[in-house]
């Protein structure tokens, strides 16, 4: 793993969580839309900054757009024709999730002071350059599982669960309730 | 919540883990073959004992009492007629996942130390019934999530990731690496 090593990948000040992105690749458009669907709402609900998508899917895009137009923040599915040169772009360690890699609590304790982190989520083919680009191959549990799951786990780990409170931009934020559903509508200025 | 109160949910000796089932409801055996499949491999990597699946589905239960053939354990995918039954029918606490109920953080020091807890878990059509029998309703952020990603971060904030290693009568185990793919294969007995 290179963190530490070089300037952009300096580790941030103490307590400062990495600001991560995701990057699927493998999605099969015509089979996948709502696992990757989930993949992208999770990545959102949990703190990632944005999804990297290939190949590209302009409708799973448009619908995440849907969900931040509604909901807030600035998350967004990027696709992206070359899933490679996001892995070398990367400003931070990669860390692909796979059944056989490490233990994720062996990982761990060098990814989470990172300032960049690059979450790497396979599909139902995993191209076999990616164990060797990936800074870490890191499993969340070694058996066979959910690819929104392991993020779900890593990003939990890593970032720890929002609390309530509407995200910036947001025209819409729940009210936790232990009964029933509330929703809050903000009118937006302009 | 009615942890502690009567014999049967007696609270279990400090630092053992829950007995977990999964109550999966709303399920579209045409429309969500693969996410359930998803909810039900997450739900066995990441230790609950059963997954009950409302309305049922036969081949979702073969699929994954195939995944249990080959990888060991004792996880079941179980077909139920009547979802409520299932709920009243519960040695603990009954915990129904949604973005509109209270912070996991919140909840979480009531079910950690029971001995049975039931994870409810909807489907796109959440039955209103649901948010009055559940003990608790609890949101794993209060964001338009994955019921995957809830069920996952819940399950390892409770449970916590297994390590790897062969679970009893599987036939197949990863063996953890840094780069590529292992999987040791056992001769079974018979």
Avoid at 10 to 21: D, F, G, I, T
Avoid at 36 to 64: I, K, N, Q, V
Avoid at 113 to 132: F, M, Q, T
């Amino acid at each position: 793993m290179a963190t530490g090593s070089s300037g952009s990948r300096r580790k941030r000040p103490r307590n400062r969580p990495p600001r991560v992105s995701v990057l699927r690749v493998g999605h099969r458009a015509g089979r996948d839309p709502r696992l990757t669907t989930h993949l992208a709402l999770a990545a959102r609900a949990l703190g990632a900054e944005r999804m990297f998508l290939h190949p590209a899917d302009p409708d799973l895009s448009a619908r995440l757009a849907e969900v931040v137009a509604d909901w807030g923040g600035t998350f967004e599915v990027v696709g992206v024709p070359d899933w490679k040169s996001v892995v070398r772009a990367a400003p931070g360690p990669v860390v692909h999730l796979t059944m056989y890699g490490l233990p994720l609590d062996r990982v761990l304790p060098r990814i989470r002071g990172a300032s960049d982190l690059l979450v790497v989520v396979g599909g139902a083919k995993v191209p076999p350059d990616l164990y060797r680009l990936a800074d870490a191959n890191v499993a969340v549990s070694h058996q066979p599982h959910s690819e929104v799951a392991a993020l779900a786990v890593l990003l939990d780990r890593v970032l720890g669960v929002p609390g309530p409170g509407r995200l910036a931009g947001g025209r819409l934020a729940v009210v936790p309730r232990a009964r029933g559903k509330k929703v809050r509508e903000v009118r937006r200025s302009r």
